[in-house]
């Protein structure tokens, strides 16, 4: 045990330096920075609030539109950019792998963290002045809200995993990656409650575990006065899968990579 302990603070030290690398290289020194990585997803949240409160008004099917948007997109910015994020991280970050402590794994995780934090305070800056503001209700359970967050950021990098080492393999398949993205937005359920469907449905969407991650985070947030349809369990068994699927084909991935 004493040997892994500083074996571990090396490896956060490396993470933590590439974080700090990943920021700086996206974003720069200029204007606000780092500021940009919570702005970017806040501004299409915000946006998109805007253009369905003109379109459905103050609700949907019951359901307030505002917060039913924020816990939305915030979700669909998590899932579209970890995975977008990743998917060059063999061919662009290739370069950093010169230094001896730095892996490709090292650079996987540090760019997951950041899409995770980053998108995870933009929601919160969103809602603490809606919610101030009395334009949204508070959050109900932060607990299960925070759950729901961990767990589909949990998914999200494994599938981003498997994508990157894809992409990696074939040019073809990393062209198709935006459609299927797009593809799949029905199951993702960031656009609609479970219960809004008819029973057949409800029966399909279920097996999404984006769908149970969505309504589980918005249980966290509206509570048990709003309907919801979800298994903790269910994702954070299909998140493992996927993850150990993913770190196989990256680990195989990464042995294929040309040093610039």
Known sequence: MPIRFPRLRKKARVINALLIRELMARFGHHNIGFMWQIIEPLMLTLG??????FI????????????????????????????????HTFRHGSGLLFHRDVRPADI?????????????????????????????????????????????????????????????FSDAFERIVQPIMYLILPLTGVFYMVYWLPPAAQSIVNWSP???????????YFGSGLPTTWNAAYVLLCAIAVNAVGWVLALKAQQHIELE
Request: aromatic share 12%.
């Open 210 to 220: 984006l769908v149970n991650a969505s309504e589980m985070f918005r249980a966290g």
């Open 48 to 53: 998109v609030m805007i253009s369905w409160s």
């Open 108 to 168: 996987l995780v540090a760019r997951g963290l950041l899409e995770s934090i980053g998108t995870l305070i933009s929601f919160f800056v969103a809602y603490i002045p809606l919610s101030l503001l009395d334009v949204i209700e508070p959050v109900d359970d932060y607990l299960v809200l925070l759950g729901a967050w961990t767990l589909m950021a949990f998914f999200s990098f494994g599938v981003a995993l498997v994508i990157t080492a894809l992409a990696h």
């Open 56 to 87: 459905y008004g103050d609700r949907n099917h019951g359901v307030r539109v505002i917060p039913l948007v924020l816990t939305g997109y915030t979700f669909l910015t998590l899932w579209r950019h970890m995975i977008a994020r990743l998917t």
